[in-house]
């Protein structure tokens, strides 16, 4: 049962656009919502990540804008550049310890490529 | 500093063989985590330890396979009875384990091919 959705599966933007990236989810105990880029061959890095009591947070050219009511956040980033080309992944967490840790549910990747 | 550290990178086994895949984690992270990355997918939770001990292996898909953590740092994945439906990249990634929303850092994996 996948409980993130993310759309869309490829992206092309030219570079400078704006690149916007869709997610959605299902079990509204999620409580941690962060992004992940990741470049071939390598792992997941976290890019920025929101929890579900804000509704936009901002780092740099990336934003994330959350949508509590319609279960919906999504990733923008502005003035893409080329190295920014890379497979995108939004994921949702449960937390399962008292320790603070979480369980990552992650969407099914947005490769994006820009173009000069 | 160092980050996590997976081995080996590529391993290649045929059907039946037992496989070991071994995580090193960023020192002093007391959290750590394996998923499976599947071709063109996201990476699937399988199991998360708290120290020494598994704290959810809810998301191991059957009994072949096994992950240990002895002495509370470096981790071992085991598959035993490998199928070809194992064939997959499986991420380990560590966590400071403390405060809310600790981040995930992921090591580049251990890409498993059976034949």
């Known amino acids: 049962q996948q409980q993130v959705k993310q759309s869309p599966q490829s992206l092309i933007v030219q570079k400078g656009g704006i690149s916007i990236i869709n997610c959605a989810y299902e079990n509204t105990a999620f409580d941690y919502f962060p992004w992940y880029q990741q470049f071939p061959g390598k792992g997941p890095a976290l890019l920025i990540a929101i929890r579900p009591d804000v509704s936009e947070k901002k780092e740099g050219r990336f934003t994330i804008s959350f949508n509590k009511s319609a279960k919906q956040f999504s990733l923008h980033i502005m003035d893409s550049q080329p190295g920014d080309s890379a497979t995108y992944f939004c994921?949702?967490?449960?937390?399962?310890?008292?320790?603070?840790?979480?369980?990552?549910?992650f969407g099914t990747g947005t490769r994006l490529t820009i173009i000069p | 500093g160092a980050g996590v550290s997976q081995t080996p990178s590529n391993k290649v086994t045929e059907k039946g063989k037992y496989v070991e895949l071994r995580c090193d984690p960023i020192?002093?992270?007391?959290?750590l985590y394996w998923y499976r990355q599947s071709l063109g997918q996201g990476p699937e939770f399988l199991i998360y330890?708290?120290?020494?001990?598994?704290?959810?292996d809810s998301g191991l898909p059957n009994d072949r396979f096994f992950a240990v953590r002895p002495e509370g740092s470096v981790s071992t994945l085991k598959i035993q009875r490998t199928e070809r439906g194992d064939s997959a990249v499986y991420l380990c990634?560590?966590?400071?384990?403390?405060?809310?929303?600790?981040?995930?850092?992921f090591g580049n994996g251990t890409r498993l091919t059976v034949t």
């Open positions: 330890f708290q120290g020494t001990g598994a704290a959810d």
């Open positions: 990634a560590s966590s400071p384990g403390q405060g809310e929303n600790s981040p995930l850092h």
């Open positions: 020192s002093g992270h007391t959290a």
């Open positions: 994921a949702a967490s449960l937390r399962i310890s008292n320790f603070g840790n979480e369980k990552l549910t």
